[in-house]
Every structure is written in C-alpha cells, then in structure tokens.
C-alpha cells in the first residue's frame, strides 16, 4: 500500500508548499531540493490524493520524447483511415490537474521551453510534420530534483510559485522514524498479504487523515477568493523582495498568492504576518541573489516620532479591520524572520548560483547516431536510423492506392521513397565555417543569391545556438572576415560590404578552413560543417608553382580536401554555376570532400537550408 500524506516524515517545508498550490492553482507549481532517497517521489504521488475528484496526476519522464509530450500523429488510427489523425500529449492530459517531473534539472533544454510554453498560456500547440493542433493545457507543476545532478533552468523556476531548497536532514529523531516505520512495513508485507489489526488501524487513520485534509483543501479554495491582503502587507513583500535581491515581478504576485493561500487554508479571511512569513520563506528566500542590509535601517525607524493615536482606536485595528502596521515596520519583521532561515552563503541559493554562473548555452551538434532525436529526414537507411512512426507517416496516404491489385487488403506497402532516417543533436557544440567564394567567377554566378542563401543558413543555425565563422577568399587568398561567433548581424555586415573579383585561392580557403576546425576542436567544439559557396574553379594554388600548374592546383586541392575529410568535417559544396558553364568542378570537390552537392540556381535558400540536416 502506498504512503498516506500524513505518513511522510520530514519534508516539512515541501509539505506546505504542496499544500498552498492544492489551495491555489495560481502558484503554478512547486520545485523541491532534494537528495536521492529523501522521499520526494514519495511525497509527490502521496499528493495526488489530495486533489479535487477527477483531477489528472501525469507523470513526466526524464527522457520523454517532443512527440510523446506535446501530442502528435495516432499512428493506429492514421493507419486505419488513411487520415491524420491526433493523440493528446502529456502536457495536454495533464490539463485541469497536476504534471510530476522527477529530475527536474535533467530535461533537455527544448522539453523545458515547451513546459515554460504551457505554464505561461495554458495552451499547447502542435505544429509539426503536417499536423497542427491547439489543446487545453493549464496544469501546476510539481518539480522534484537533486541539486547535485545540476540547476533547474532559470527560466522554468522563474515561471513556478514555490521553491522548497535543498536542507540536509540533520535531526536524529526524524532519520530514525523513518526506519522505524520502513522496518515496521516491510515485517508486515512479509508476514503476509493479510494486515495485522494494528496496520488496519493505521491505514483506517491515515485515510481519515487524508479525507479530512482534502475537506480542507476544497474549504480553503472555496474562501480563497474572498481573502484580502492589505497594501501595507503587499509593499511589506515587495520591499522585502528588493532588500534580498530577487529580481523580476513575477515573484512579488507569487509571494502575495502564497500568502492568500496560506491564510485561506487557515480558516481565515485577512492576511497576517505569518501568512506573510511562509510567503517569505516559500517564495523570496529562494530567489535571493544578496543579504539584507544591515539593520540600520530598521533601527532610524523606530527613532522616527510616532503619530497620535486617534481616541478610542487601538492601535493595530482600522474601521475595515485591516491592521494598522507600517510597510516599513512589517519589512523589518519579515526581514528578521529571512535573516533567521537564509543560509550562511546566500550564493548556494537556486538563483544566487545562477545569477553568478549565467554564460550563453552552447549549441548542440547535429549527427546521425546519437544524442536527442530532432527531425525525420529523407535518406538512405543504411548506416542510419529509421524513424519508424514518420516513415509510416509518409506511406499512410498511398496505402489505399498500394493495396489494390493485391490480395491482402491488410499488407502495408512501404516503398524506398517512404524511408524516413533520424537526426539526432547532442550536447556538443558545432561550428559551421561559411566559405565564400568572392572571385571574379563568382561575381559573374549570381554573388547575390549566394549572399542570400548564406544570410538564410547563418539564421538556421543562430536558431539552434551553433556558432558560426565566416571566410571570403578572393585574389591571392582566403581571409577569416568573422571569427567563431553567434553574431548573425556581424556576418550580415561582413558579407554585406563584401568586394568581389580576382582569383579564386580555393585552395587557401580549405586550408584556412582547415585551421578554423583544429581551434574549434581544441576549444571542445565536437563537430564542424563547412559550408563551401562556389563555382569551384579554382585558378590560385597555395604558392605560384601550383598556380602555374592546373594538374598541380588540383592535386594541393585534391590532398586538402582529403585532410578535411580525415580530420571528420562535413562538408556541404553549394554550386553557383550556370549549367552551359559548369564544367563539373563543384561536384568533383563535393565528392573529395565527402560532402553533399547542392546547386544554387536552382534551389530557394529554404531548400539549401535543408542541407545542413
């Protein structure tokens, strides 16, 4: 059987805050510290009995697809009708209850953008392959994490009410209790499936617990909307805020939500200073990025003249039966109070620690065996995954026409056009080195809509956090016009203002490509495409020699691309010569290098784009 809420030892803290977002929804969720086998997990499911009859409790895992969580194609159905047909995610069925992520440090960066997506319109949409789709989505979160596994992402906990850090259980009393009672439970599941009279007894009183503390729950939503806090209390929280440093407003309205909740669950209809604390505690201490001042402040305070009590008012009542206490005066009581529970080094707080350490992410490499699963594409199945379900995606529509003349209406026909194969990015970074060709050739070969398709494919993979270099070669030779970066205007300007004519050092531009990866690799940077925009007729060697030599240009070109394919660049040649002109240059050097050929003329940027996948 499992654990009763009430059961739970320890957790206090996560506990309460459990409590308030069952009370109020508008916390939307609650991030627990914690350390493996502290009974987090535990204390999440326990409270899924607490919520309201019929309210979904859906469970995240840490591994979960983009498909799996946002919805996508019900491939039994599709493969039935012949008609796309839509199956609700994880975030959709988690609608009008709660969504449990266990690891909430350790979801990939693009499930955290989807659930920041959902938490913050209530929505979720499915726009993918064909399909488009809107559903309902408004659920709180319970988050459980170890902080040695990592950070929650700023951004996800900055959208969630309540955050319970991490306190390491240093009472002897509790960690003791909590082996008394496993020892006592496993005795009983090895005893036999019968329960003892004393086990009944206790799992009689545990769900008299929990049906007494959901009667309490659907009390304190029912009085929640009428709880009013004051504004001396709502600029109490907000000064409060401002002396710990917590940045944003987002955390004000959670600190007065929680306080709300708090007093609702009470019994009570006003607000009041220890409503205030929790709020405090739940909600600002862990988005503390300073200490407090010292008391100073709070001290000239008291030295200021009191005003003259009116005859016959107590001093802490008003006619409307608000409290008569300064926002200063309660600043300086919530102040003590966080004083009193913050850590010796605030900068081991969740946001001190990020504020501290913030850096640009690094993009992700993309490849053909391994890391997180992004996009299906056409291609040859040896050597690579299938993606099943879009494989069968793109055969569904033709099976009714495949079938007939056959004598198995049930057969599925998949033909090689069909074939679907995986990519994949991993938490590498990449570097594309854009090489453009500004020779006289190249002028004459629509340098234009080379700069176009450039300026497309350095916004691709801006998109996707990539770094990008860019090399003009032109004349004598190659010349790195913008280092390693994540700039795209840079690059814009660069090839903006870019002179055209002269020779073309294409064999310059491979070496100093060449040179560009070995810093990447020295600098952790995984994998490197090199985006090649040219005619490929090259005419400038390394040294004058080469240059006299046709068949000795070719041989340095021949052996630098046999470098750059040894050393595991990708290479992608992107030709921008007119057929009648082409005497086959750019595919011979696509077919050096091992890379893709791709020609310009008669391709739009969005389909060279595609070439980088």
């Keep these: 059987m499992s654990l009763a809420f009430t059961d739970i030892v320890g957790l206090e803290a996560a506990k309460q805050a459990l409590l308030l977002l069952a009370v109020n929804p508008a916390l939307a969720g609650v991030a627990i510290a914690a350390t493996v086998g502290s009974g987090k997990s535990t204390l999440a499911r326990a409270f899924a009995a607490l919520l309201p009859e019929g309210a979904p409790f859906v469970e995240l895992p840490v591994n979960v697809t ?8 019900d491939l039994e159905a599709t493969l039935a009708t012949g008609a796309r047909a839509i199956e609700r995610g994880l975030l959709a069925r988690a609608h009008g209850g709660v969504l449990y992520a266990d690891g909430l440090n350790l979801l990939d960066r693009s499930i955290v953008a989807h659930l920041m997506e959902a938490l913050a319109s209530g929505v979720v949409r499915v726009e993918r392959e064909g399909l488009s789709a809107a559903h309902p989505a408004r659920f709180v979160l319970v988050g459980a994490y170890d902080p040695s596994d990592g950070e929650v992402p700023r951004g996800l906990l ?16 509790l960690r003791a209790e909590v082996v008394r009672r496993n020892q006592l439970r496993k005795g009983e599941a090895e005893a036999g499936a019968l329960p003892s009279a004393s086990s009944r007894l206790r799992n009689e009183a545990a769900d008299d617990e929990t049906h007494m503390l959901r009667a309490m729950i659907a009390d304190a939503r029912a009085r929640l909307p009428h709880v009013r806090v004051h504004d001396e209390q709502v600029q109490a929280l907000i000064q409060a805020a401002l002396s710990l440093g917590v940045e944003g407003n987002r955390a004000d309205v959670f600190a007065a939500q929680a306080a709300l909740a708090k007093a609702a669950l009470d019994g009570r209809d006003r607000v009041d200073d220890d409503d205030l604390r929790l709020a405090v505690r739940l909600v600002l201490l862990p988005r503390a990025t300073r200490l407090p001042e010292a008391n100073e402040s709070y001290q000239a305070q008291d030295e200021q003249p009191r005003a003259p009590e009116e005859p016959g008012r107590s001093e802490r009542d008003e006619p409307n039966g608000a409290p008569q206490v300064q926002s200063e005066q309660l600043e300086a009581l919530l102040l003590s109070a966080a004083e009193a529970e913050l850590p010796k080094d605030v900068l081991n707080l969740p946001f001190a620690m990020q504020q501290r350490g913030r850096s640009g992410s690094r993009g992700a490499a993309l490849n053909n065996r391994r890391g997180r699963f992004v996009r299906a594409v056409e291609g040859d199945p040896h050597g690579n995954r299938i993606a099943l379900l879009q494989t069968l995606v793109a055969a569904a529509p033709w099976q009714a026409v495949r079938r007939a003349g056959t004598r198995s209406s049930a057969q599925l026909a998949i033909r090689k056009e069909d074939i679907r194969i995986k990519r994949f990015r991993d938490k590498a970074g990449m570097l594309y080195i854009f090489a453009v060709d500004a020779s006289g050739s190249m002028a004459i070969n629509r340098m234009r809509e080379a700069k176009g398709a450039a300026i497309r494919l350095l916004q691709d993979a801006y998109v996707h956090r990539d770094q990008v270099a860019l090399i003009a070669f032109r004349g004598g030779r190659a010349q790195v016009l913008l280092q390693p970066s994540q700039s795209v205007e840079r690059a814009k300007r660069e090839l903006d203002v870019l ?10 531009a ?9 810093q990447a690799r020295g600098r952790g940077i995984a994998q490197v495409t090199l985006v090649l925009m040219t005619d490929g007729r090259a005419n400038v060697g390394l040294d004058s020699q080469a240059s006299a030599d046709k068949a000795g240009l070719q041989r340095e070109i021949q052996q630098l691309a046999a470098l750059l394919r040894a050393h595991g660049v990708r290479a992608i040649v992107i030709d921008t010569q007119a057929n009648y002109l082409s005497r086959g240059e750019a595919p011979k050097l696509a077919e050096w290098l091992g890379g893709r050929y791709v020609y310009l003329p008669n391709a739009r940027a969005e389909q060279i784009a595609k070439a980088l996948t």
């Design 158 to 173: 900055d959208r969630i009410g309540l955050i319970v850090p991490f306190a390491p259980q240093t009472d002897a009393r």
């Design 66 to 73: 983009e498909d799996r969580l946002l919805g996508g194609l």
């Design 499 to 508: 002179p055209t004519g002269g020779g073309t050092p294409l064999a310059s």
């Design 510 to 518: 491979l070496l100093t490509a060449w040179e560009l990866a070995q």
